[in-house]
């Protein structure tokens, strides 16, 4: 089946410790996306990115870090930076371009402990 | 002004009632627009794009109103099914795509 897949859907940190979750696509999308979201608030953009190594940072990057070594997998980073890292992580997809919907994995739950 | 603006809800409405939800967008340059349904605790998913002529599935109806910077979404016929909440998503004509924070929907017997 195409889709997104992100892994593990639920992980638990010790404060001060460094994380990756797992996102991988085989859409043949172009563009991947990573956002979070809080509990009762909409999706904020952590880091995207339109083509191989190469990626941007969104309107809350601090404390994150990204690669993309490959098209289909663009992995995070959720660093002891990040001071309030408990949420929901959701990595997306879509080609580039204007009017191209975007799909997203099933999510990832983080609780720092 | 936040750059896409969405009433939170909830809107709490008996099965089989209409219930309509605008989404107010700040960009007059954005170019595509999209309603999205997420259910508690899982990932949203498309539930249509938006056109310019408007378009219609089943008993959804998506509107675009340019002039007035808006976009709505009408359901008809209210399932126990429907209760979500319906993210409004527009392009900027960025590479960024803008979501709003959601309505909350709740279909009661």
């Known amino acids: 089946d195409g889709g997104i897949t992100q892994s593990p859907k639920y992980l638990f940190r010790k404060e001060g410790q460094n994380v990756t979750l797992s996102c991988e696509q085989n859409l043949n999308h172009d563009a991947m996306y990573w956002y979070r979201q809080d509990p009762g608030q909409g999706l904020r953009l952590i880091y995207y990115s339109q083509i191989v190594n190469d990626f941007q940072k969104g309107d809350i990057a601090e404390g994150y870090s990204v690669s993309r070594e490959k098209k289909e997998s663009f992995p995070l980073t959720v660093t002891s930076a990040q001071k309030n890292p408990t949420a929901f992580y959701l990595c997306a997809s879509n080609q580039v371009g204007s009017g191209n919907t975007i799909y997203f994995g099933e999510g990832s739950w983080l609780t720092v402990v | 002004r936040k750059e896409v603006e969405q009433d939170p809800g909830p809107f709490n409405v008996p099965e089989g009632a209409t219930v309509a939800f605008n989404c107010t967008y700040s960009?007059?340059?954005?170019?595509?627009f999209f309603w999205y349904r997420q259910d508690c605790r899982k990932e949203p998913k498309l539930l249509m794009s938006?056109?310019?002529s408007g378009n219609e599935d089943g008993r959804f109806t998506a509107q675009l109103n340019r002039a007035s910077q808006y976009i709505s979404l009408l359901i008809r016929d209210s399932k126990l099914s429907d209760s979500a909440t319906y993210l409004c998503?527009?392009?900027?004509?960025?590479?960024?795509?803008?979501f709003g924070t959601g309505t909350r929907l709740q279909v009661f017997p």
């Open positions: 938006v056109y310019s």
């Open positions: 960009n007059s340059a954005s170019q595509s």
């Open positions: 998503v527009v392009n900027p004509n960025t590479d960024k795509l803008i």
